[in-house]
Each structure stands twice: as C-alpha cells, then as structure tokens.
C-alpha cells in the first residue's frame, strides 16, 4: 500500500521532468535551426562578388551544419560546427559599409547640414520633376531654414500594399518657409530593389532622403500608387525644434560614415520612435506597431500625439491625401493643397 503511494505520488514529478526535458529539446531544436538559418543567410548575402559561390557555400554550410548537429558520431563534430558558425559571424560583422557604390539616381547623394545659431543650411535637398517612378529629371537644391520658424511635425504612412507594413515620415513644418521632408530609407544601388530579408544581412546602406513634400510625397501619390496618410503630430514648438536637431545630426553623422540599414534595428519607425524619445527625454515602453508600422497611426492616437477628437476610423478617412496630392501636381502650393481640411493635431 506504501509503495503504491509512493508510486501514484512520483507520477506528476515525473511528468513534470519529462515535459521539461521535451521542451529543453525542441528549444535546442530551434536554436541550432536559428543558427544555422541565420549563417546561411549571412553567406548567401555577403560581400563575395559572385551569386553563384555565395550560394553554393551557404547550401554547403547548411549540409554540413545538418551533419554535425544531429548525424555525426565523430567526436568534435559539434566543436567544429561552433568553429566554422564563429568564422561566419566574425566575416559577417567585418563586412563594412560604404559610400563609395553606383547607387541608383534618386539616392545618389547624401544631404548635409550646417547650423550656425539659428539658422540651418542643408545641402543636397532632393526636388526632382518625375514623369514616372523611374522617369525624373534629378535637381537638388540648397535650403536655408531657421530654427526659430519651426512650428511643428507632420507624420507620414506610405503603403505600397495593403497590410501591416508600411513606410513612415515626417515632415517638418516652418512658419515663413515650405515644410522639408525627411525620409530614412535604403541606399540602394543601381540594379537594387528592396528586399525584406536582405535588409537584415548589411545589402543596403542607409540613407537620410530630405526632400521637397512635392517630391517625397508626391512621388509615393502620383507614381508610385501609394496610399499616403498624412497625420498632424500635437506637439510643441521646442519639441518639434528638438527633434529637427536630432534628425539634423544623424544626416551629418551619415555624411561622415556610413551605416548599415537594418529592417528591425535601424529603419525608418525604429528610428522616428528614438528620436522622438530623444527628443522628448522619455523613454516609452517598447509596442509591436514599431515594427508592424502601417498599424503605427494607431499608436499615435492611442497615446494622444494626433487628433483624438474624432473616433479613429473617421480620422485615417480623412487624412487620406492622394486624391488632394494628385490633384495638386506640381503646383507651387502643393504642401498648403495637400493639408487643405486636413484635422487639426
């Protein structure tokens, strides 16, 4: 009868260790998969000048992972997988970035600032005249704006597909001059094209596009068949001062050396919510609408930095602006057109 007891006791412990030790096993299953995914793909998309060498060297490294993680006998097997794995890594965090590519035309040149008091300088502001997406006659243009003008920020959700993601902006906006977009994207080269995956293994360096609203916007509604949000951010002066310091010091830091783009690290949400928590001196709590960004306006209404007086949907209704974008074109006006009956932030 002891015994039995006993026995019915040690059941649920036993249990217990059996469920541990499976979870244990699939947790270790999935690490060495991650491992071994993330260093095929390292291979696959680095620096080595051909396609078909890259390739063939991450399938061999995924055979030979395979091999040494759950086939092989041989003593040292794991040992020389850990090797081989740190050779990867070690390659991979060498490769550097660069300023010195054949980028493609409409990222060919980086904008700089020079501030002196009040008043900003920037170089290389992009203005182009686009007859398509891919048909522009490029002008760049000197802009010369005063700190003391700035009024506010305006914020930008561009979808090229329904969904979750998108990509965002922010315009800044001045009392006596025309608002000046400023837009965090890859630096694609000439026969580039973005790419998801890619822009996690150092494919694409970064790129600070600040531009005329006529150009940043009006390409996404005229050309390229976007959807443009268009959204007032109710913050003050000093912030949106602030936060145009910031964003002028992360251009000039990428004039100087450049950086890597990184879809989850260093892109355009990520680093709109650090600048703007730099600016701010706060630091918010981490969301997923960071990353899933086409959810990001929500974000901002849930935490009252766009209008809050109308219920959410009817909000996004109305700051839909192609149609206003499309309508404007080229006209001179065409920042003044596009927030026409726009709600207030």
Not at 33 to 50: E, K, R, T
Not at 190 to 203: L, R
């Amino acid at each position: 009868m002891s015994s039995a007891v006993e026995h019915e006791r040690g059941i649920p412990g036993f249990r217990l260790r059996r469920l541990l030790h499976a979870a244990r096993r699939a947790l270790g299953f999935v690490l060495k998969l991650g491992l071994i995914g993330w260093a095929a793909l390292a291979i696959h998309y680095s620096n080595l000048p051909w396609g078909w060498l890259r390739t063939t060297l991450a399938v061999a490294f995924t055979a030979f992972a395979i091999w040494a993680l759950w086939f092989a006998n041989a003593k040292g097997a794991r040992a020389a997988f850990a090797v081989v794995f740190l050779l990867v890594l070690a390659w991979w965090i060498a490769i550097p970035p660069s300023h010195d590519r054949l980028w493609r035309e409409d990222v060919a040149v980086m904008p700089r600032a020079f501030i002196e008091g009040d008043r900003v300088r920037i170089t290389g502001v992009r203005d182009f005249d686009y007859r398509s997406a891919t048909d522009f006659m490029p002008r760049y243009e000197t802009r010369e704006v005063f700190l003391s003008d700035l009024s506010g920020v305006d914020f930008y959700i561009s979808y090229w597909m329904p969904g979750p993601v998108g990509h965002t902006f922010v315009s800044f906006v001045f009392d006596n001059a025309p608002p000046l977009s400023v837009s965090i994207e890859i630096r694609p080269e000439s026969h580039e094209g973005y790419a998801p995956i890619a822009s996690m293994f150092k494919q694409f360096e970064l790129i600070y596009v600040v531009g005329s609203e006529r150009d940043v916007v009006g390409v996404r509604t005229n050309f390229r068949d976007e959807d443009v949000y268009l959204f007032r951010i109710d913050a003050s002066r000093e912030f949106a001062r602030e936060l145009f310091r910031v964003y002028l010091e992360r251009i000039n830091e990428l004039a100087d050396r450049p950086e890597f783009y990184h879809l989850l690290s260093n892109s355009c949400t990520v680093n709109i919510v650090r600048y703007a928590r730099s600016a701010a001196g706060s630091d918010a709590r981490p969301d997923i609408r960071h990353y899933l960004n086409g959810l990001f306006d929500s974000f901002l209404y849930d935490i009252g930095l766009i209008d809050t007086t109308l219920p959410f949907g009817e909000l996004r209704r109305r700051s839909w602006i192609n149609e206003k974008a499309q309508a404007a074109q080229d006209a001179p006006d065409f920042s003044e057109r596009i927030r026409y009956s726009l709600p207030p932030g």
